[in-house]
């Protein structure tokens, strides 16, 4: 299916573990995006991508790993998930202006 | 800290009234666009206006954009139920060629019937 997807749609981790989002897109659009979404503070921005093997930091990298091998797939990784990241995150990708949203991921980290 | 901040935050109206909601920034930018978000989805693309154009539309949606004022305002006519979300401001950040999207903080609208 044409689009973009995000799995898992919801994940309840602990504290300190590790756990990977995924995102998949099927535009080969260049630029990729992970977001977050709190109460309060909108979108935020994590991480951004310009193409494979191209990423840069946004607003609250802090605590996030990205990698970006293949121009349609942007995993995010927290490497050890704390409370603070309990959150709703959001992938786009963006071809040339408008960009395309993923239905989220909502993280829980107990 | 992010480049746009809508005003309000929470904007409650009846059907067939209008809305208008608004949104600052911060630097220089080539485009902004407006996003939609129903609860629990992701953002859906509205409308965009280019930094050279003064006003644009698009069905119900008209959009104006102030660049000596760094600001933009989008406005919903004959509002209905289903016009119910989230509203969200976007801008390219110029030291990255406008290509690093950065979002406001949103607006919430609640069409009542």
């Known amino acids: 299916d044409a689009g973009i997807t995000q799995s898992p749609r919801y994940k309840i981790t602990e504290t300190g573990r590790q756990v990977t989002l995924m995102c998949h897109q099927t535009?080969?659009?260049?630029?990729m995006f992970w977001y977050r979404q709190d109460l309060g503070h909108g979108l935020r921005l994590i991480y951004y991508s310009a193409a494979a093997d191209i990423t840069d930091k946004g607003e609250v990298p802090d605590g996030y790993v990205v990698s970006r091998s293949k121009t349609e797939n942007f995993p995010l990784t927290l490497e050890s998930a704390t409370r603070s990241q309990t959150s709703v995150y959001f992938c786009?990708?963006?071809?040339?202006?408008?960009?395309?949203f993923g239905q989220g991921t909502r993280l829980t980290v107990v | 800290s992010q480049q746009g901040e809508e005003d309000p935050q929470a904007l409650s109206i009846q059907e067939g009234e209008n809305a208008t909601m608004n949104c600052s920034y911060k630097t220089s930018i080539n485009n902004l666009q407006w996003y939609r978000q129903n609860s629990g989805r992701g953002l859906v693309h509205l409308i965009l206006i280019r930094s050279n154009e003064r006003e644009k539309h698009s069905g119900r949606l008209r959009v104006t954009l102030d660049t000596s004022k760094k600001s933009s305002s989008l406005l919903i006519t004959a509002s209905r139920a289903a016009d119910t979300a989230s509203y969200f401001c976007?801008?390219?950040?110029?030291?990255?060629?406008?290509?690093?999207?950065?979002f406001g903080t949103g607006t919430r609208l609640l069409v009542s019937p």
């Open positions: 535009w080969s659009h260049s630029y």
């Open positions: 976007a801008t390219g950040e110029m030291n990255t060629g406008f290509q690093k999207l950065v």
């Open positions: 786009a990708s963006r071809g040339s202006l408008e960009a395309f």
